[in-house]
Antibody, heavy 126, light 107 residues
């Protein structure tokens, strides 16, 4: 099973750009029908899907964050990256990367996140 | 946006008890529903997808059910290791996804 590990600065100043990387082992970010998502969780709160990138490089973003977020594939390093612009204290959270299983057939369909990184805490503060 | 509302937000139960967590969608989501378990300081772990399909390795005491807008996760015969926060998640509006607010289960 694929393993994921998030990394990046733990502290970002307000108005700056949050940049995180998700390193992938046991699988390739650029092969097959793989979906790679970022999800975040403020302390003591619920989960918020941020967006995904497909192995092709195509992206989908949460409409509430779309104007500030960019997710990309770095095939040479087998990594997924997240950039979130103009951060505020409200962006303080644990950030997870995760893979999705997705199937859409004539009779049934399903989607779920099956592998997750351990998460990395990002604090937005001056 | 499809909103997912879980209830209750907190459950206290004893070992061996049976509990049910509800998840209501703001509109019909067909079978695009998954359940996750999250323990403190850990990433969520998928328990069930497609409303009722148990993920490999998940104990059979976990059961998902429901249809349309109303779904539930039942844990029969609670075990100490079931203490966690449980989340539902819909994918009917794929590529957009939303999670429920979570239910904390204390044993």
């Amino acid at each position: 099973q694929v393993q994921l590990q998030e990394s990046g600065p733990g502290l970002v100043k307000p108005s700056q750009t949050l940049s995180l990387t998700c390193s992938v082992t046991g699988g390739s970010v650029s092969s097959g029908a793989n979906f790679w998502s970022w999800i975040r969780q403020p302390a003591g709160k619920g989960l918020e899907w941020i967006g995904r990138v497909y192995s092709s490089g195509k992206t989908n973003y949460n409409l509430s964050l779309k104007s500030r977020v960019a997710i990309s594939v770095d095939a040479s390093n087998n990594q997924i990256s997240l950039k979130l612009d103009s951060v505020t204290a409200a962006d303080t959270a644990v950030y997870f990367c995760a893979t999705e299983q997705f199937y859409y057939g004539p009779l049934i369909g399903y989607q779920y996140f099956d592998s997750w990184g351990p998460g990395t805490l990002v604090t937005v503060s001056s | 946006d499809i909103q997912m509302t879980q209830s209750p937000s907190y459950v206290s139960a004893s070992v061996g008890d049976r509990i049910t967590i509800a998840c209501r969608a703001s509109e019909g989501i067909s079978n695009w529903l998954a359940w996750y378990q999250q323990k403190p300081g850990k990433a969520p772990k998928v328990l069930i997808y497609g409303i009722s399909t148990l993920q490999s390795g998940v104990p059979s005491r976990f059961r998902g059910s429901g249809s349309g807008t109303d779904f539930s996760l039942t844990i029969s015969s609670l075990q100490p290791e079931d203490s966690a926060v449980y989340y539902c998640q819909q994918a009917h509006s794929f590529p957009q996804l939303t999670f429920g607010g979570g239910t904390k289960v204390e044993i």
